[in-house]
């Protein structure tokens, strides 16, 4: 592969943007928000069982790490 052109590499920053943006997402929705529920005690929160709130707390975070990972990958390219 040879020396991208200037497209090429604006796309390839889009890319890595929007796959970063997706992980702040998940860290967003699945993360930050059940724990300010739980935090606030809010009645919707009270129901999930504590296993059940780790396990999706650890798959969103998987989720978000994993992502920001393809996002430096794809960065990676341009290097």
């Not at 993360?31 to 129901?47: D, E, S």
């Not at 504590?50 to 990676?76: D, E, F, P, Q, T």
Request: positive net charge; proline residues 4%.
């Amino acid at each position: 592969m040879g020396v991208p052109n200037p497209a090429e590499i604006e796309q390839t920053k889009l890319l890595a943007n929007a796959l970063d943006r997706a992980s702040t997402a998940c860290f967003t929705v699945g993360i930050a928000t059940p724990l300010a529920g739980y935090v606030y005690n809010l009645a919707a929160f009270n129901t999930i069982s504590g296993a059940r709130m780790v396990v999706s707390l650890a798959g969103w975070l998987l989720s978000a790490i994993l992502l920001h990972y393809l996002a430096r990958r794809a960065l990676r390219r341009l290097a």
